[in-house]
């Protein structure tokens, strides 16, 4: 699995890759509103007319497919940590691999389909295709937690409440510029699974 399985810019890609990769950075170091048109244009060497001529929906149809991209790539790797790792470890390498994330772009990224979310409701396609990856999210966490011998309704909250958790983190992360609340937040989901799994 590759280290990185958010999408990067490739200079070389065609103009629609390159608008979404580009939009998929600027979204996770500055959020929806904070990414204009011209960024965008400026930060992928795309002519102007290739906005509208690959999303008729403009800046909004953008960045609802690069959400959709995103989520996606992030569902990949965690559907890879979980079918191949306990629940527990599998949050272990989740939180690890945020923690390199934030610490190694000195906390400049965050999660992009987190950023699109709180787009909601000016921009509900966005908002819409954000909650599609976090259902993927908690169905795969869920998934992982029932094969550890959870009961569907605890695996479920569990699922839940490790997606809220480690998403929440993320954010504070960036605030406070210190990885402390991941560390906390894989800490106590520890805790729980393990309180859920005796109970």
Known sequence: MADNPIQEFDASAGPRERLISTAIDLVRRRGVFATSVADLLGHSGAARNSIYQHFPNGKSGLIATATAESGEQMTAFIDHLTTTRTP???????????????E???YALGCPVAAAAMAAPDEPEVAATANVAF?????????????GGLSIDDAESFALFVVNAIEG???????????ESL????????VLYSALKQA
């Open 104 to 106: 190694g772009s000195d």
């Open 88 to 102: 527990q470890e599998a949050v272990d390498a989740l939180v690890k691999w945020w923690k390199r994330e934030l």
């Open 135 to 147: 259902d993927a999210w908690r169905r795969l966490v869920a998934d992982s937690a029932l094969r």
């Open 183 to 190: 560390d906390v937040a894989a800490a106590q989901l520890k």
């Open 169 to 179: 983190a993320i954010i504070q992360c960036r605030s406070q510029r210190n990885v």
